[in-house]
């Protein structure tokens, strides 16, 4: 813990807005021999050698830092001991909002409210220090070996990038043949510059080059039987057809790949009913096996029709496995279906949502196989592509434009509404096309999309050795992705140390599959060269910090390792949480779910946060004073987003105090009741969006606090404490405007409902 403390004051970012020696001055009074040094320096960030020399001089072992957010300049400042910033810029003198009682003290040149929120924060800083530690690393060795399963296009490029990395490389393949589903596109769409033309794959050298290399170790008619370990450290046992094979790594690229949607999904326009009626991947090893004889083919990009007759078979139909709802208000089931036809039940209306995914895939892979079949006959065959919408993605537009120009090649937006067949051809009835008329298209044949789904939704890959089972959690959640958050951290997993790339990840053309799949490697490089040194990958890049248990306390309930949203804690032979510091990911999840208060991080605590509670001075006089609520912000997205507010002058209530906490899923029920018996007249919990539409970083942890605060209302409520006075808000980064609104709104729900009844007891 710090006991000799330095605290410096920037006066260039603060002291427009704040009388900083007087504030300087009250921090030395109240803290005494604590703070050792008090100091306003004219700008913090040119003061660097004068902290070094106190630190020295007078023996500190911590700095607090009072200016600017750490989110500004924070990297600036890399000293050798303990080191804490109070953000008395953006949520302080730039969120300050006059709230019309509030007098100016020309005497001590800002508002009072202001000063005391400053004060109030300072302190904090000080109780933060003071309740810390120095974390120490939880390095583990870090096998400098990468675990790529899936041969395929993907996996072959990840296990080569690796390999020229200087890493040894396992890469472990389900089939008897390298190359997946790249075996049957021997020309693919643009793979580089101009992105004009079509490209060889050259797959043949591609596979040569991964068999001939030293550093890559390659396994087929292989399967994972099991992994077990941490990242840098991690076990797998594989299945070959010589028996298991056991080897060590140090991270995983998963790179298996897709599998078609069934096809009962677009049973309602043919396929699987007429010969004449394929997907595009079957379409595409006709094409490679020369058995593809048609003059006029339509491909059709627009599904809205299957998706229609999928939607409407479902309705009224409960889930599988469900009994059917009451006769009373209940929905009417569907009619049962004739013989031959296709059931559907509710499930059925995510899996086709593939199609949709798959929607950019098809567009690419649509016009190269039109080009394709105009090239083998000479553009003596006709082809017609029918889209909805046209999907390229990026730099691939180029590929587009040159195919409107393509002999042979047709396109216009339509609405299919209808595919039959017609003795030996097929007719395709669009509406609403670009031509400005509807027709009826008559062609040999007709090429649907295919819906890519992930390996990951139909088997279990990796087979994880994990309390928490063998399979990714929650797959269902991104339907059957393996990536967790695709927006902020590409490539993650819910299982640190596991990195997806391709179509495992998210349907991707196969330029984008190369570029994912050296982006998988970077990350897996990145991972064991952290694991080596003791600290987390992400989302905390570079935390020394990792749970720390209390075992003596430890009443065996499961909650911390049920809740990890990452598997980092498995049960030792006696039931009680077995750490994995390398899988851990810093959010503190475990130590908001406990308890007993038996888990905490060297530098972020349940004592700390307690301690920063009970700092701030909360008034008796509720008319007088105005009320004083507790604001814990995720510092992922909601202190982002109030930095961004108060940078752009959006104030908000003074009367608020804010906490950063890790994630939301680290709040602890006994900081509420911390503030409640202080005298808080409420606490507000701000933080990622959940749900369908979830942002959060750590995946789970706004979700989990909203079950946590239903718990907590209940125990208000026995204490004759208005639940609405806890309340759990969710933002965006990207929504700082919103955020001042949100925080008055509850402020003001505050004041209508009065003072806190614990309050000055």
């Known amino acids: 813990m710090a006991g000799k403390i330095g605290v410096y004051f920037d006066q260039q970012n603060i002291g427009g807005g704040l009388d900083v020696e007087a504030l300087a001055a009250q921090t030395a009074e109240k803290w005494g021999d604590l703070t050792a040094v008090v100091k306003v320096v004219p700008v913090l960030a040119l003061a660097l050698d004068e902290i070094k020399a106190d630190i020295e001089a007078q023996g500190l072992d911590g700095v607090l830092l009072c200016g600017a957010s750490p989110r500004v300049d924070g990297e600036l400042y890399r000293l050798p001991v303990l080191i804490e910033h109070v953000n008395l810029r953006e949520q302080c003198v730039q969120a300050y909002k006059n709230p019309d009682r509030s007098p100016v ?11 005391l929120m400053a004060r109030d924060y300072v302190n904090m800083g000080v109780v933060k220090l003071q309740k810390s530690e120095a974390p120490e690393a939880a ?59 079509k490209q060889s794959t050259n797959l043949v050298a591609k596979v040569s080059e991964a068999m001939g290399s030293p550093k890559i170790k390659i396994y087929t008619s292989a399967r994972m039987q099991k992994l077990e370990g941490q990242p840098g450290e991690f076990k797998a046992a594989i299945d070959t057809a010589s028996g298991t094979v056991e080897v060590e790594v140090g991270a995983v690229v998963l790179a298996t790949g897709w599998v078609a949607l069934d096809q009962k999904y677009l049973a309602p326009m043919g396929l699987g009913k007429s010969p004449m009626v394929v997907d595009a991947a079957t379409f595409g090893k006709m094409l490679v096996a020369d058995q593809v004889k048609a003059n006029r083919i339509a491909f059709v990009l627009d599904t809205t029709m299957a998706e229609k007759a999928v939607t409407e078979a479902v309705e009224g139909c409960p889930l599988e496995g469900e009994a059917p709802a009451p006769e009373s208000g209940a929905t009417p089931a569907a009619a049962p279906a004739a013989e031959g036809e296709e059931v559907f039940v509710k499930e059925d209306l995510e899996s086709i949502r593939h199609l949709a995914y798959s929607n950019a895939v098809n567009s690419v892979g649509m016009l190269r196989l039109a080009n394709t079949v105009c ?6 065959c006709q082809t017609f592509i029918l ?32 595919i039959r067949e017609a003795g030996n051809h097929m007719v395709v009835e669009c509406k ?28 279990v890959t990796i087979h994880f050795d994990y309390r928490q089972g063998p399979d990714f959690p929650d797959l269902a959640l991104f339907d059957g992705f393996a990536d967790s958050n695709y927006i902020c951290f590409p490539y993650e997993t819910r299982r640190t140390g596991v990195y997806a790339a391709g179509c495992v990840r998210q349907p991707l053309t196969m330029d984008a599959c190369e570029e994912d799949a050296k982006g998988a490697v970077l990350k897996a490089v990145q991972c064991i060269e952290a694991a080596s040194h003791g600290v987390a990958v992400h989302p905390r890049s570079g935390d020394l910090s990792y749970p720390l248990f209390n075992m003596v306390r430890c009443t065996q309930c499961k909650r911390c390792t049920e809740e990890c949203p990452f598997g980092a804690l498995d049960d030792d032979e006696k039931g009680t949480p077995r750490l994995n510091p390398t899988r851990c ?3 503190g999840t475990c130590f908001g779910a406990c308890p007993e208060r038996v888990i905490s991080f060297a530098n972020y605590n349940i004592d700390q946060i307690g301690s920063m509670i009970r700092e701030v001075q909360v008034p008796k006089d509720f008319k007088k004073d105005g009320p004083r609520v507790l604001i814990l912000a995720c510092e992922n997205d909601a202190y982002p987003a109030l930095d961004m507010a108060g940078e752009r002058h959006k104030p908000w209530s003074p009367y608020c105090r804010i906490i950063p906490v890790r994630c939301l899923g680290s709040v602890n029920a006994i900081w509420v009741s911390d503030a409640m018996s202080k005298g808080y007249d409420g606490v507000m919990l701000l933080g990622c969006k959940y749900g369908d539409d979830y942002q959060c970083h750590f995946v789970k942890g706004s979700e989990i606090c909203a079950k ?20 759990l808000l969710e933002v965006a980064i990207d929504e700082y405007d919103k955020v001042p609104n949100l925080i008055d709104g509850f402020v003001d729900r505050i004041m209508a409902m009065g003072p806190n009844p614990f309050k000055g007891m």
């Open 585 to 587: 990911r810093r959010c």
């Open 432 to 459: 609403n096309t670009l031509l400005g008329m509807d027709f009826d298209l008559d062609v040999d044949m007709v090429v649907l999309p295919t819906g890519l789904v992930p390996t990951t939704a139909k088997d």
């Open 375 to 380: 090239e083998k006959t000479d553009d003596a």
């Open 139 to 197: 390095s583990v060795a870090g096998v400098q070996r990468i675990l790529v399963i899936g041969g395929g296009w993907t996996g072959l490029t990840a296990a080569l990038e690796a390999a020229a990395t200087g890493y040894e490389v396992v890469l472990v393949e389900k089939s008897d043949k390298l190359g997946g589903a790249a075996n049957n596109i021997p020309m693919a769409s643009p793979l580089a510059s101009p992105w004009e033309n």
């Open 105 to 115: 003290d020309t005497a001590k040149g800002a508002p009072e409210l202001l000063r």
């Open 387 to 418: 889209y909805k919408d046209m999907t390229v993605p990026g730099i691939l537009e180029r590929f587009y434009k040159k195919m409107q120009e393509r002999l042979g090649v047709m396109m216009t937006k339509a609405d299919v509404t209808d």
């Open 708 to 727: 946590r605060k239903d718990n907590i209302a209940e125990t208000l409520n026995r204490l004759g404490v208005q639940p609405e006075r806890v309340e």
